[in-house]
């Protein structure tokens, strides 16, 4: 990665054939999108089984951002993306070369995305998080730190917050798809005009993935929800599940240091003493005795 935004720009100005000024555009909406700050705990409510597997294999889960539990998982932001694109369909609907790169990109996106989600919450012990994602009797949520999760000797995979604001969602989205008709407008009458636009385009798309994997409609915004990154297209480890395209992928999470897992919260009527034993044994395998362990406060009451 570029450790500057000069050295970005010498990048980006060696291996694509793009303006100064494109550069400059691409470089402010991946400042934008930057992944989000450390910001210290983050949780992941889950079922006490997966707990001891996290714990006894050492790994999370990412599942790709098409198979997660929500239907409207990608959908939604895709629905504003091809709404955008059919606005500047007709605003530019003389520019025929223009159109059919607007609707490959469509077309490209609608496949299935190559980007995979491990998910965590902002919030501890919410009444909603138990509700929606732990099974009664049988729950735990584990405490991370975001800043160990992200330092973990791991490839740069990145934390993002999930953006709840519709007029965000439509600004960022807005952002990179100008980028491709302005790059298209300044050049459409060059000899160049297609490599240009092959350069352009590929990033652009690099970066509609990963934008619209951490949208989700305003009425989720109470999860706080934190999403941890794999973009099967830029990690170059995972090179080999590009074609295979699996519904998930078990990451190892404790190569460099040991696990970054800070606590455990037991759910709301937790009633597994077998398995709560189990977790404790096993946090001592993983020189996590310090690990903080607490037991819901909320009164849930299953509807």
């Not at 303006?19 to 909406?29: L, Q, R, T, V």
């Not at 652009?204 to 973009?231: F, Q, Y």
């Not at 395209?245 to 999470?253: A, E, Q, V, W």
Request: aromatic share 8%; hydrophobic share 40%.
């Amino acid at each position: 990665m570029p450790n500057s935004e000069q050295e970005f720009r010498a990048m980006f100005a060696e291996v694509y054939p793009l303006s100064m000024g494109i550069i400059e555009d691409i470089i402010a909406h991946e400042k934008d999108l930057s992944p989000t700050a450390n910001y210290g705990e983050i949780y992941h409510y889950t079922s006490l089984e997966t707990v001891q597997k996290i714990l006894a294999n050492e790994t999370v889960r990412f599942t790709n951002i098409g198979l997660l539990n929500d239907t409207e998982e990608y959908n939604h932001s895709f629905g504003i993306l091809k709404g955008i694109v059919e606005k500047l369909k007709t605003e530019y609907s003389d520019e025929i070369v223009l159109l059919e790169y607007l609707d490959n990109i469509i077309l490209d996106l609608s496949e299935m995305p190559k980007i995979y989600v491990a998910c965590f919450s902002r919030s501890k012990d919410q009444l909603s998080q138990w509700r929606g994602y732990t099974p009664h009797g049988e729950a735990a949520c584990l405490a991370f730190d975001s800043f160990e999760i992200t330092e973990s000797g791991l490839e740069y995979f990145p934390l993002y917050d999930v953006i709840y604001d519709n007029e965000r969602q439509i600004s960022l989205l807005s952002s990179k798809i100008n980028i491709i008709v302005k790059e298209y407008i300044s050049h459409k009458d060059g000899k160049d005009l297609s490599r240009i636009m092959k350069s352009v385009i590929h990033i652009a798309k690099r970066g509609l993935n990963v934008t619209l994997s951490i949208m989700k409609s305003s009425m989720w915004s109470e999860e706080n929800e934190v999403r941890w990154i794999i973009d099967l297209d830029k990690s170059e480890n995972l090179r080999h599940l590009r074609y295979a395209m699996p519904k998930t992928i078990d990451i190892k999470i404790s190569k460099k240091r040991v696990l970054p897992i800070t606590g455990i919260l037991f759910g709301p009527q937790s009633n597994s003493q077998q398995n709560t034993d189990a977790i404790k044994a096993l946090l001592a395998t993983k020189e996590l005795q310090s690990a903080n362990l607490e037991i819901s406060k909320i009164p849930l009451r299953r509807i």
